[in-house]
């Protein structure tokens, strides 16, 4: 009688121990499958996981498949210089081996002087760091400190494309100034304030000068107006080399031309858009349709972005951007009046 009470417990043993093993087996099994599916998907959405987080890189044309790259680099919107979107572009490209070439998309009526040159001298280095062939695309406006980046393609043959409505030119410098000082006497308002000296308060539109100190003011802000002009004319013939001083000077004048002119002038090389000058691209890094594949890099979107219809709060106006705006400053800009807004 003990003996047979103890086979039902035998068998009970024994399904308890398949039940375990099988178990076991379907519970690696789902993992698996779950660690297959879990890279499936973030291998499908990779371009969201960047390295940068400042850039989002998307595929625009030629070959999905290919591991060699041509990126459009966009430089649109008032130049301002600092940390923009053309800065990370031109960090995110310099981080990345695969890129072979660089499509250089100008959209811009210029800015700064200095943000211009912060952007040209970025975009130059990288060039001869990883000896990348630039070529330059003008979307409807390159003009002023926008012409000033495109000067950054190397001095090469048929490397600038202008689309046929585009206006270029814009070579020069602006300093703005405003007096709204007789405007201010009308009103029995008078600008006291406290200086170390004269000088310290040039380009003050409030301030009522003296003829001697207009005067001297007038010339020392001519001289710098004059340096970075000079300085624009040497990076002009750097990325126009075939062009003479003579020729330079010609063009130089600060007006603008449209795109025939400016070929004509030799400020570009051909007439043509965006999808030529991938072509160029392509053909300078040595590359065809189906081993390039051509990326182009947005701005991630925060949620507050989508639900207010990409503005951020504070993001039209500061009390940051209203100090720099009222800070005198030289333009490389196709505009009598400083840019509003910051660069894209």
């Not at 009390?319 to 800070?327: H, I, K, Q």
Request: with cysteine.
């Amino acid at each position: 009688m003990a003996i047979e009470e103890q086979r039902p417990t035998r068998v009970i043993l024994e399904q308890a121990g398949a039940w375990n093993r099988w178990g076991t087996r379907l519970a690696w099994t789902v993992a698996g499958l779950s660690l297959l599916s879990a890279l499936g998907s973030a291998a499908a959405c990779s371009q969201y996981f960047q390295r940068d987080a400042r850039v989002l890189e998307t595929y625009h044309s030629l070959s999905r498949q290919a591991s060699d790259k041509i990126a459009i680099v966009t430089v649109a919107g008032a130049i301002m210089g600092g940390d923009g979107f053309a800065r990370a572009q031109l960090d995110h490209v310099a981080d990345d081996p695969a890129v072979k070439a660089v499509v250089l998309r100008v959209d811009s009526p210029g800015g700064t002087v200095s943000g211009s040159d912060e952007i040209h001298n970025r975009l130059s280095k990288l060039l001869a760091d990883r000896d990348l062939p630039v070529v330059v695309s003008m979307g409807g406006l390159a003009a002023s400190g926008g012409y000033y980046v495109a000067m950054a393609n190397g001095g090469r043959d048929d490397v600038i494309y202008a689309e046929p409505a585009t206006l270029t030119g814009s070579i020069g410098v602006i300093i703005p100034h405003f007096d709204l000082s007789a405007a201010l006497d009308r009103l029995s308002v008078r600008d006291d304030s406290i200086a170390s000296g004269p000088l310290k308060q040039m380009l003050s539109p409030t301030r009522d000068r003296t003829p001697e100190v207009a005067a001297e003011e007038r010339k020392i802000l001519q001289s710098l107006v004059d340096g970075m002009f000079a300085r624009f004319k040497a990076i002009v013939k750097g990325g126009r080399p075939k062009l003479d001083a003579a020729a330079i000077d010609k063009v130089a004048t600060g007006r603008i031309f449209t795109a025939e002119q400016a070929k004509e002038a030799g400020l570009v090389d051909r007439i043509g858009f965006l999808e030529d000058a991938v072509t160029r691209a392509v053909e300078l890094a040595g590359l065809d349709d189906k081993t390039a594949r051509v990326v182009k890099y947005t701005k991630p979107k925060a949620l507050l972005d989508e639900v207010l219809g990409g503005q951020s709060p504070g993001a039209a106006m500061s009390l940051a951007t209203l100090a720099e705006l009222a800070t005198p400053r030289a333009w490389y800009l196709c505009s009598w009046w400083p840019a509003l807004v910051r660069s894209e």
